[in-house]
């Protein structure tokens, strides 16, 4: 048996009404038993690549983290929902709109799952998909560039939690309501009791159609549902393809102390979507039109700015009205995670609470359907019998589950968040065959193209939501810790400890080579589209428009271009429009100027205008953050702010060119 460190709840945990498991710490600390050898597995030679990119969740951070598989190095942090001062993103005049909401610019979110599009059920290396919990939205970034391109707010939603797992096609990229409440219809939600949750208080499960040459998205349709919390996601693949599931919670419809109050019932559900029948319903014309505003916001990459456009209305369809489109299942208990196999046979669900794993069978649960084998109905929808879908239990698997993902090999791993461990189990005889200690208390994980129809089977990486003696200590906050096991033989292996960036919830992997060879190496000035592009350090100039004045900026190694610049005033706003001229790989430029705290970071071809507004008279100097070559240090200028009344002629230059 394996020795186990159990990293307890700070609170105690309810189970079948009764408080088992109170918080504590370890007494002692318990290495995890590292076989010999393992080093050379994770070991990446200086000059040579990881295998496969891993694309995680930045959590609070409200961007997405790109690491390295098997080492666990970190190669980049995308700016997604929140502000980066690193890149500028959400600080830059071009990128700002990229954070508009309904609810005005939101520079902060909780990003929590990413989803990577797939074509017949396989990888496809074209986009990430991320959500945001918080203010609901969807976003959309280019495995080319490693950018967020676009943004969708997600109406009629509030927590944006069971999001934004994609389709077989990657047709729509699918968002469920965490948190029910009044819809936002007819342009804010009504001002009701909380109390009147059973009667007000509504989901939805939202379908964003995805463009197949762009990726330009669109919310297509939503299907509305009675007030349950909507947790987790997969949709069909191969004989279940036109299907969508998610996990729910609290079909108690309680609205205070859900801990307790949303933990009563032996079973909640599993949501049955089928989104074929409801593409039919929209057809006819059978969905009801929802007024409300949410944001679209695109990042055009020639002008390389983006532009925020308002919706006004959705298309609703009552599941409830609407026979067809949806079905419940039940499960056991308060479930999180619900995942499908690479057969689209089978739907596994993992409750919180129980100590079992349910899975269902698709074919089982489509004859229950054409059965009408119900065992009674939900608020207005059919409850399908527990027996007649069930595949099977898996017994006894340990404490907690949460998340299972897939080996392609017939077997599946699912997380235990209380028992701390990793559990292996034979999909067809639901035996468990392997387990293995996290370190500690694991929240999701991933196989690299586990959610696919063609998983690689290699490897299964640990999120870990505690990390106690794992690191050094940094204070009371500690880094999340990620984990990484050799999954390759009969039994999994510990092989590296990494600490991740934000707290990462679920992650999706993917093979380099499917990636590598179509990264953009660097923006052609010559399809630089930018208003304000200054494509040759001679046309560099400075123009006064009333109080506005815009600086046509170049940089290139080692200078900016005009780098002296005087006839600003107080009451002035100064726009930096500056283009790096390079045209090679990995020179990024910086600019910033004393004063202000933002900064620009462009890219070889690239344009981006910082927004500066004097504060005091006086010289302000500006230079390059981003170190470039020798000379970076002389990579420098000066910009010269007079009072308001000054008559002060505006010049620029560079060198003896001063005019």
Same mark, same amino acid.
């Given at each position: 048996?394996?020795?186990?460190?159990?990293?307890?709840?700070?609170?105690?945990?309810?189970?079948?009404?009764?408080?088992?498991?109170?918080?504590?710490? =370890?007494?002692?600390?318990?290495?995890?038993?590292?076989?010999?050898?393992?080093?050379?597995?994770?070991?990446?030679?200086?000059?040579?690549?990881?295998?496969?990119?891993?694309?995680?969740?930045?959590?609070?951070?409200?961007?997405?983290?790109?690491?390295?598989?098997?080492?666990?190095?970190?190669?980049?942090?995308?700016?997604?929902?929140?502000?980066? =001062?690193?890149?500028?993103?959400?600080?830059?005049?071009?990128?700002?709109?990229?954070?508009?909401?309904?609810?005005?610019?939101?520079?902060?979110?909780?990003?929590?799952?990413?989803?990577?599009?797939?074509?017949?059920?396989?990888?496809?290396?074209?986009?990430?998909?991320?959500?945001?919990?918080?203010?609901?939205?969807?976003?959309?970034?280019?495995?080319?560039?490693?950018?967020?391109?676009?943004?969708?707010?997600?109406?009629?939603?509030?927590?944006?939690?069971?999001?934004?797992?994609?389709?077989?096609?990657?047709?729509?990229?699918?968002?469920?309501?965490?948190?029910?409440?009044?819809?936002?219809?007819?342009?804010?939600?009504?001002?009701?009791?909380?109390?009147?949750?059973?009667?007000?208080?509504?989901?939805?499960?939202?379908?964003?159609?995805?463009?197949?040459?762009?990726?330009?998205?669109?919310?297509?349709?939503?299907?509305?549902?009675?007030?349950?919390?909507?947790?987790?996601?997969?949709?069909?693949?191969?004989?279940?393809?036109?299907?969508?599931?998610?996990?729910?919670?609290?079909?108690?419809?309680?609205?205070?102390?859900?801990?307790?109050?949303?933990?009563?019932?032996?079973?909640?559900?599993?949501?049955?979507?089928?989104?074929?029948?409801?593409?039919?319903?929209?057809?006819?014309?059978?969905?009801?039109?929802?007024?409300?505003?949410?944001?679209?916001?695109?990042?055009?990459?020639?002008?390389?700015?983006?532009?925020?456009?308002?919706?006004?209305?959705?298309?609703?369809?009552?599941?409830?009205?609407?026979?067809?489109?949806?079905?419940?299942?039940?499960?056991?208990?308060?479930?999180?995670?619900?995942?499908?196999?690479?057969?689209?046979?089978?739907?596994?669900?993992?409750?919180?609470?129980?100590?079992?794993?349910?899975?269902?069978?698709?074919?089982?649960?489509?004859?229950?359907?054409?059965?009408?084998?119900?065992?009674?109905?939900?608020?207005?929808?059919?409850?399908?019998?527990?027996?007649?879908?069930?595949?099977?239990?898996?017994?006894?698997?340990?404490?907690?589950?949460?998340?299972?993902?897939?080996?392609?090999?017939?077997?599946?791993?699912?997380?235990?968040?209380?028992?701390?461990?990793?559990?292996?189990?034979?999909?067809?005889?639901?035996?468990?065959?392997?387990?293995?200690?996290?370190?500690?208390?694991?929240?999701?994980?991933?196989?690299?193209?586990?959610?696919?129809?063609?998983?690689?089977?290699?490897?299964?990486?640990?999120?870990?939501?505690?990390?106690?003696?794992?690191?050094?200590?940094?204070?009371?906050?500690?880094?999340?810790?990620?984990?990484?096991?050799?999954?390759?033989?009969?039994?999994?292996?510990?092989?590296?400890?990494?600490?991740?960036?934000?707290?990462?919830?679920?992650?999706?992997?993917?093979?380099?080579?499917?990636?590598?060879?179509?990264?953009?190496?660097?923006?052609?000035?010559?399809?630089?589209?930018?208003?304000?592009?200054?494509?040759?350090?001679?046309?560099?100039?400075?123009?006064?428009?009333?109080?506005?004045?815009?600086?046509?900026?170049?940089?290139?190694?080692?200078?900016?271009?005009?780098?002296?610049?005087?006839?600003?005033?107080?009451?002035?706003?100064?726009?930096?429009?500056?283009?790096?001229?390079?045209?090679?790989?990995?020179?990024?430029?910086?600019?910033?100027?004393?004063?202000?705290?933002?900064?620009?970071?462009?890219? =070889?071809?690239?344009?981006?205008?910082?927004?500066?507004?004097?504060?005091?008279?006086?010289?302000?100097?500006?230079?390059?953050?981003?170190?470039?070559?020798?000379?970076?240090?002389?990579?420098?200028?000066?910009?010269?702010?007079?009072?308001?009344?000054?008559?002060?002629?505006?010049?620029?230059?560079?060198?003896?060119?001063?005019?």
């Amino acid at each position: 048996m394996n020795t186990r460190t159990y990293v307890l709840l700070p609170a105690a945990l309810a189970f079948s009404g009764a408080a088992f498991f109170s918080g504590c710490k =370890p007494k002692q600390v318990v290495v995890a038993p590292v076989q010999s050898g393992v080093a050379e597995k994770v070991y990446v030679a200086p000059g040579k690549h990881d295998e496969f990119y891993n694309i995680v969740s930045g959590g609070f951070s409200g961007g997405v983290a790109v690491y390295g598989l098997p080492s666990g190095r970190l190669f980049r942090q995308i700016p997604v929902f929140s502000q980066h =001062p690193e890149s500028g993103y959400g600080y830059t005049e071009e990128t700002k709109a990229l954070l508009n909401t309904s609810y005005g610019p939101q520079f902060w979110d909780d990003q929590h799952h990413t989803s990577l599009s797939t074509t017949k059920g396989e990888h496809d290396g074209r986009w990430i998909f991320a959500n945001a919990n918080n203010t609901p939205r969807i976003a959309r970034i280019s495995l080319q560039t490693f950018r967020t391109e676009e943004i969708i707010e997600i109406p009629n939603s509030s927590g944006n939690h069971s999001s934004p797992f994609v389709t077989e096609n990657t047709e729509y990229t699918v968002a469920g309501t965490r948190f029910a409440y009044p819809l936002d219809d007819e342009g804010s939600s009504p001002d009701v009791p909380i109390n009147t949750y059973k009667e007000n208080f509504k989901s939805t499960v939202s379908f964003v159609a995805v463009d197949p040459q762009h990726g330009r998205m669109n919310v297509a349709f939503q299907v509305l549902l009675p007030g349950v919390d909507i947790d987790l996601a997969r949709a069909g693949k191969l004989k279940s393809h036109g299907w969508v599931f998610f996990s729910c919670y609290n079909s108690e419809l309680a609205h205070t102390l859900l801990e307790v109050n949303a933990s009563q019932k032996d079973k909640d559900f599993i949501v049955a979507i089928n989104w074929k029948k409801a593409e039919e319903y929209v057809k006819a014309g059978q969905g009801r039109k929802s007024r409300t505003k949410y944001c679209h916001n695109v990042l055009d990459e020639g002008t390389h700015t983006a532009t925020s456009t308002v919706k006004e209305e959705v298309i609703v369809l009552d599941a409830a009205k609407l026979p067809g489109i949806a079905y419940l299942m039940p499960c056991p208990k308060s479930p999180h995670g619900c995942d499908t196999d690479p057969t689209g046979s089978y739907i596994v669900g993992s409750g919180k609470l129980a100590a079992l794993i349910p899975v269902f069978s698709f074919d089982k649960m489509l004859a229950a359907i054409e059965k009408k084998d119900h065992e009674g109905e939900f608020m207005g929808l059919p409850v399908l019998k527990y027996e007649s879908v069930l595949h099977g239990e898996v017994k006894k698997p340990g404490l907690g589950p949460l998340h299972t993902e897939f080996d392609g090999k017939g077997f599946a791993y699912t997380s235990f968040f209380v028992t701390s461990e990793i559990v292996k189990w034979n999909i067809q005889t639901l035996q468990v065959v392997d387990r293995q200690p996290t370190f500690y208390s694991v929240g999701h994980l991933t196989v690299p193209g586990g959610p696919t129809t063609k998983p690689h089977g290699k490897y299964a990486i640990a999120y870990n939501k505690i990390t106690k003696d794992r690191y050094l200590p940094t204070g009371p906050e500690l880094t999340q810790s990620a984990q990484l096991y050799d999954i390759s033989g009969e039994k999994m292996k510990l092989l590296l400890d990494f600490p991740t960036v934000g707290e990462p919830h679920y992650a999706e992997a993917i093979p380099a080579a499917l990636v590598a060879p179509k990264s953009k190496k660097f923006y052609k000035i010559e399809d630089n589209r930018h208003p304000y592009v200054t494509k040759s350090e001679k046309d560099a100039r400075v123009v006064r428009e009333g109080n506005v004045v815009r600086v046509y900026m170049t940089a290139i190694r080692s200078h900016v271009a005009p780098d002296n610049i005087e006839g600003v005033k107080l009451g002035d706003t100064v726009y930096f429009h500056v283009t790096n001229l390079e045209q090679d790989w990995d020179v990024p430029h910086g600019f910033a100027i004393k004063g202000l705290g933002a900064e620009l970071l462009i890219m =070889p071809g690239e344009t981006a205008t910082l927004k500066y507004v004097p504060t005091r008279v006086g010289i302000a100097p500006f230079y390059c953050t981003d170190f470039c070559s020798a000379l970076h240090q002389e990579m420098q200028g000066y910009l010269r702010v007079s009072p308001a009344n000054s008559r002060v002629p505006l010049t620029f230059g560079l060198g003896d060119t001063a005019k």
